[in-house]
T-cell receptor, first 111, second 113 residues
Framework: NAGVTQTPKFQVLKTGQSMTLQCAQD?????MSWYRQDPGMGLRLIHY???????DQGEVPNGYNVSRSTTEDFPLRLLSAAPSQTSVYFC??????????FGSGTQLSVL | GENVEQHPSTLSVQEGDSAVIKCTYS??????FPWYKQELGKRPQLIID?????GEKKDQRIAVTLNKTAKHFSLHITETQPEDSAVYFC????????????FGAGTRLAVHP
């Protein structure tokens, strides 16, 4: 039981490049989400999903795209990277009793 | 809107003292309030949570209190130890539409020997 697996752990992009952050969970959780963490701003919700085929916007969705084709996977796409998207990204899935399980994080730098 | 405010942003205590972190939330529909601890370079981990049908919950040296009328909840750590040094986040579950877990900005706790 690996829990929540995120890849890559580190990534450097140039402004305007696109990329996908991968997230997978093996706990059969319906709810998955993406957060970004910036100094002094806590964990801000980007997008979330309550099940395959259902996604919704969080607090800071602009510049990001998501889809949920399976229960296990919830990738986050940066369409055209900007320096303001430099951050640490965490994927998380949530159990039926609301407990959140985080992945190990992706440190992204956009130059 | 859905908002969680957390204070203080930094907290420094001597080993053995108590530490208290406070959070307020903006929406009275919330019914679940967890606290997460994040050590340097690691992922956040759940340390304790409370639901709206209780006013206090304890787990060894940590406790959480909830005042739904005032829309605030607090984390209490007693007999602090150096390994308690970390960033602590409060969160609240907002039930408008699909349930969303919104976090406070975090408190950096330093426990000095």
């Amino acid at each position: 039981n690996a829990g929540v697996t995120q890849t890559p752990k580190f990534q450097v992009l140039k402004t305007g490049q696109s990329m996908t952050l991968q997230c997978a969970q093996d706990m059969n959780h319906e709810y998955m989400s993406w957060y970004r963490q910036d100094p002094g701003m806590g964990l801000r919700l980007i997008h979330y999903s309550v099940g395959a085929g259902i996604t919704d916007q969080g607090e800071v969705p602009n510049g990001y795209n998501v889809s949920r084709s399976t229960t296990e996977d919830f990738p986050l796409r940066l369409l055209s990277a900007a320096p303001s998207q430099t951050s640490v990204y965490f994927c998380a899935s949530r159990s039926a009793n609301e407990k959140l399980f985080f992945g190990s994080g992706t440190q992204l730098s956009v130059l | 809107g859905e908002n969680v405010e957390q204070h203080p942003s930094t907290l420094s205590v001597q080993e053995g003292d108590s530490a208290v972190i406070k959070c307020t939330y903006s929406d009275s529909a919330s019914n679940y309030f967890p606290w997460y601890k994040q050590e340097l370079g690691k992922r956040p981990q759940l340390i304790i949570d409370i639901r709206s049908n209780v006013g206090e919950k304890k787990d060894q040296r940590i406790a959480v209190t909830l005042n739904k009328t005032a829309k605030h909840f607090s984390l209490h750590i007693t007999e602090t130890q150096p390994e308690d040094s970390a960033v602590y986040f409060c969160a609240a579950l907002f039930s408008g539409g699909y349930n969303k877990l919104i976090f406070g900005a975090g408190t950096r706790l330093a426990v000095h020997p």
